[in-house]
């Protein structure tokens, strides 16, 4: 069974940084894309970047783009996302997502069908 | 970036009614649409890919259809269940993956 369990959310002033982690078990972490989406208190599903299975290739919405860095470490089977600069607006659930198929299966180094999700971690930008 | 438009953004209905919802792509996606459920302080979580696709383990109540910039998501017999907001999502052009902006669906 799938699982995804995200880490590191808080509160954090303008400004500051934070990194999230996404602990992943259940499947092989190295063939599959990952992704980040966060949700605002309220609002709806945003995707902010997501990362091909080597980590080779990756990807950020431009609301993000120069202050968030996706990486992974497939020897430990984790996700992270590196937030820099961080602005009252990125106050928001962040959930860690699970490409429904492989790259062998899409051949997609992003394809975008999000199968499976954690919890999320809220981080909170706040003076 | 390609906008989803959704509609309408809530509805009621009583069980075992007919539940339709719209989505509008701002550009041909041809058949690349997702829907998700999520219930209040839960995660998403897959409900139809490929326009059409039933995800492994979802009633048949739900279905999905359409290409190009329309698509429709409905389900066929309301059930307390299914209380929850769905959203649909696009991945033919990305990124950025976008989706519409959420159908908050609530028991008459």
């Known amino acids: 069974e799938v699982h995804l369990l995200e880490s590191g959310g808080g509160l954090v002033r303008p400004g500051g940084a934070l990194r999230l982690s996404c602990a992943a078990s259940?499947?092989?972490?190295?063939?599959?894309?990952m992704s980040w989406v966060r949700q605002a208190p309220g609002k709806g599903l945003e995707w902010v970047s997501g990362?091909?299975?080597?980590?080779?290739?990756?990807y950020y919405a431009d609301s993000v783009k120069g202050r968030f860095t996706i990486s992974r470490d497939n020897s430990k089977n984790t996700l992270y996302l590196q937030m820099n600069s961080l602005r009252v607006e990125d106050t928001a659930v962040y959930y860690c997502?699970?490409?429904?198929?492989?790259?062998?299966?899409?051949?997609?180094?992003?394809?975008?069908?999000?199968?499976?999700w954690g919890q999320g971690t809220l981080v909170t930008v706040s003076s | 970036d390609v906008q989803m438009t959704q509609s309408p953004t809530s509805l009621s209905a009583s069980v075992g009614d007919r539940v339709t919802i719209t989505c509008q792509a701002s550009?041909?996606?041809?058949?690349?649409l997702s829907w998700y459920q999520q219930k209040p302080g839960k995660a998403p979580k897959l409900l139809i890919y490929d326009s059409s696709n039933l995800e492994t383990g979802v009633p048949s109540r739900f279905s999905g259809g359409g290409s190009g910039t329309d698509f429709t998501f409905t389900i066929s017999s309301l059930q307390p269940e299914d209380i929850a907001t769905y959203y649909c999502?696009?991945?033919?052009?990305?990124?950025?993956?976008?989706f519409g902006g959420g159908t908050k669906v609530e028991m008459k």
């Open positions: 550009q041909d996606i041809s058949k690349y």
């Open positions: 259940g499947f092989t972490f190295s063939t599959y894309a």
């Open positions: 997502a699970k490409e429904k198929l492989d790259y062998e299966s899409s051949g997609y180094y992003l394809h975008g069908i999000f199968g499976s």
């Open positions: 990362i091909s299975g080597s980590g080779g290739n990756t």
């Open positions: 999502q696009q991945y033919d052009k990305l990124p950025p993956v976008t």
